[in-house]
């Protein structure tokens, strides 16, 4: 019935292909997407044909002879926009139908050419479609005037971040240029069933929005394997033991950080030069080289002789497409159970193909969280996203936008547009005026006879490249050797000359810093220093921390643990004995000298609102993310009263949190254009983005804490010394 419904080229294209059937998304995006106008949400496992259920009915069903662009794909990704142009264009290459990429790197000729004769697909990224809207607000409407169909690709990642803001309001925006209702596409593999009413916000209708959902699963088998940690580096026989495992196969390997990535692929070459292994151990994520990263993904994808070990972060977590691959390795735990589900969805993606993922540990805790974030998988558990309810900062950069792409607005019209945008739809009408009036007393905003233009602080805003992008990236170093770019790195004090660096899968030595040029000239390492890392980490949700709990109180055991994970397991949960933990609420504690230790066993967001919350009554307080402890300048025998002097001071916590902002302007961090408001609307984007101060609240007034026998307390207390 699916197929029967398609067109005549598109048949031909299956039947060229020699496709034995259409896979379940397919058919069922097929019947939908051309017999209804309404949205659709394709969900389902990686490598599933996500793409080609969403293109074979629309290009079956829109007409390509009409004026302008009928087709636009949206990606997170260059990289993946470069991977899905050839996949489209093969799609297209019998239906004589233009596919173009419009990106940051994308040809100019090319560009250029579509503006004088707008037709076909095209491929693009938000930020790439903002820049649109701010410096060739006239190609929009020439552009896409006329447009049918948006494709998102990935949609998930953009759920519950500053982008899906950034992205629904860039959406409306388009709306607003078109002449008929644009009907939206979006594609995911890691969805979980509470995201999808946010996903279907993100196409700005979601009353007209449904989900289609292949629930098919794919076996994934699982290994646990631990190796104690006891320096910055990685063990020795972690490495040899890493090695033996992926020599003969196609893997890649994720770490939580860049600078366990590069030290990984490093030192696996090292080993494979040192007994004529295989020579192809590469390193991806974003501080290499755009051309470095191209070449390891062409040739992953097209390699089939050789065996390969790629060692990257979340640059390959998306959905690019680099061929075959037999088996994920995750070090240490990954920070959610998204992102867990994404790299697993990497591996076994031929047809009948089967996951497999080998989990190394490094510390006990560590261990207890990866544990946790495989059972939830396998619980069908995926974090329900966070929400900004009030972006206020995401609106003040929309507000800059919108004035530079209108060159003038009355102001009654300025506010109304702003307010119809559904990525704003819960910010009151009084607060965008409050926020413009606001702006134009700093210069971000002029009104010149009843017109809202944009200001003089605006233009400088506006006027950078970076303003294109609602994600904040960090200032990074060039990283050169001769006339070759290796990559880039973010400055730290550790970068100096004479001291070594992992980039690319090589050591390299500081030869000489400009940081004025914001260059670092290197030459290979020959001294065997130890290098320099860097890296970050990630917000764990509380589900995660709940689970960790519920491992070590019960007494399952686990078939994909090796005995090492098993001996830490139990030492763990013996350790844990002693605590006679009931219900849920019970959270066990220490006594350390003066001061109370609590096993929280809480999300960050809770945690880092306790900590604040603990600091605000005066008392010495400290968080240990690792195994989730607070750590407070009490006796037991005060903790009620602790929760009383806290609630006491939640009163005035808009005050608190102005001081907070005065004394660290670096709490905003994680809003590129927080700074620019007003305090008061800083104060909210923190209370809703940062903290979980109801969350805090609940957890004092709820949690029991439960103690254990002195001979327990004792053993403890020698292991926190």
Not at 401 to 422: D, W, Y
Not at 447 to 475: A, C, H, M, S
Request: net charge positive; aromatic share 8%.
């Amino acid at each position: 019935m699916a197929y029967q419904l398609l067109s005549e080229p598109i048949r031909k294209y299956i039947r060229d292909k020699r496709w034995e059937s259409l896979r379940p998304i397919q058919a069922a995006a097929i019947t939908k997407v051309i017999q209804t106008d309404l949205n659709y949400i394709l969900a389902s496992r990686t490598a599933s044909g996500k793409t080609e259920a969403a293109f074979l009915p629309i290009l079956s069903k829109t007409d390509f002879s009409q004026s302008g662009v009928q087709v636009l794909y949206i990606s997170p990704l260059i990289a993946l926009i470069n991977d899905q142009f050839l996949r489209i264009e093969d799609l297209c290459k019998n239906l004589e139908i233009p596919v173009t990429k419009w990106h940051g790197e994308a040809s100019r000729g090319d560009k250029n050419k579509i503006i004088k004769n707008p037709e076909g697909i095209v491929l693009i990224t938000p930020e790439s479609l903002e820049a649109m809207f701010a410096n060739k607000p006239y190609a929009i409407k020439k552009l896409f005037g006329n447009l049918n169909y948006i494709v998102i690709d990935e949609i998930h990642s953009f759920i519950g971040a500053d982008r899906g803001i950034h992205l629904m309001s860039i959406l409306h925006r388009l709306q607003e240029q078109n002449k008929k209702r644009i009907i939206t596409v979006g594609l995911s593999a890691t969805i979980g069933d509470e995201n999808y009413t946010e996903a279907k916000k993100i196409t700005g209708n979601p009353k007209h929005t449904k989900i289609l959902l292949d629930r098919t699963k794919k076996d994934t088998v699982a290994t646990f394997t631990y190796f104690e940690n006891k320096t910055a580096e990685l063990s020795l026989d972690l490495l040899k033991k890493l090695y033996i495992s992926t020599k003969d196969h196609k893997v890649l390997i994720f770490p939580n950080s860049r600078g366990k990535t590069e030290e990984i692929a490093v030192k696996l070459r090292k080993i494979s030069d040192r007994i004529g292994g295989h020579p192809y151990y590469y390193s991806h994520h974003s501080s290499v080289d755009k051309e470095i990263r191209e070449h390891v993904e062409v040739f992953a994808k097209n390699n089939k002789r050789f065996n390969f070990c790629i060692t990257c972060t979340s640059t390959l977590e998306l959905g690019i497409d680099i061929g075959t691959i037999d088996k994920i390795v995750q070090i240490d735990a990954t920070f959610s159970v998204a992102s867990l589900v994404q790299r697993i969805g990497r591996s076994g993606r031929q047809e009948g193909g089967q996951s497999m993922v080998d989990v190394y540990a490094t510390d006990p805790w560590s261990l207890l969280q990866a544990l946790a974030c495989w059972n939830l998988h396998k619980k069908e558990f995926l974090e329900p996203v966070g929400i900004a309810k009030k972006p206020y900062d995401l609106l003040f950069h929309q507000m800059l936008s919108v004035a530079k792409q209108l060159l003038g607005c009355p102001k009654k019209t300025f506010i109304e547009r702003l307010h119809q945008n559904p990525a704003f739809q819960n910010i009151e009408k009084m607060n965008i005026e409050k926020l413009i009036s606001e702006s134009i007393i700093s210069e971000y905003l002029e009104e010149v006879q009843g017109e809202i233009i944009l200001g003089v602080e605006g233009e400088k805003i506006v006027n950078t490249r970076d303003f294109y992008g609602v994600f904040k990236t960090e200032p990074n170093l060039k990283v050169i050797q001769g006339s070759n770019t290796i990559g880039e790195i973010p400055f730290s004090p550790q970068i100096l000359v004479g001291e070594n660096i992992l980039l690319a899968a090589k050591i390299w030595k500081i030869n000489d810093v400009d940081l004025k040029a914001k260059v670092i000239k290197v030459i290979p390492a020959k001294d065997g220093r130890t290098p320099t890392f860097f890296g970050g980490g990630g917000n764990i949700h509380t589900r995660i921390r709940e689970e960790m709990l519920e491992i070590l109180v019960s007494k399952e055991s686990y078939e994909e643990l090796d005995e090492p994970c098993n001996i830490e397991l139990y030492k763990l949960r013996n350790e844990f004995s002693g605590f006679q933990l009931k219900e849920k609420p019970d959270r066990p504690y220490i006594l350390k000298k003066d001061k109370l230790i609590i096993y929280t066993f809480s999300g960050s967001k809770i945690n880092r609102s306790l900590l604040f919350l603990c600091k605000l009554t005066g008392i010495s307080a400290d968080y240990y993310d690792n195994d989730s402890t607070l750590e407070l300048g009490i006796q037991i025998t005060q903790f009620k009263a602790l929760n009383t002097a806290v609630i006491s001071k939640y009163q005035n916590i808009d005050m608190e949190l102005e001081k907070a902002i005065t004394l660290n302007e670096s709490l905003l961090e994680f809003s590129k254009f927080g700074s620019y408001l007003p305090i008061h609307f800083q104060i909210e984007i923190l209370k809703e983005r940062y903290f979980d101060f109801e969350g805090a609240l609940l957890f004092l007034e709820r949690v029991r804490l439960v103690g254990v026998e002195n001979k327990v307390i004792n053993k403890l207390l020698k292991q926190n010394k």
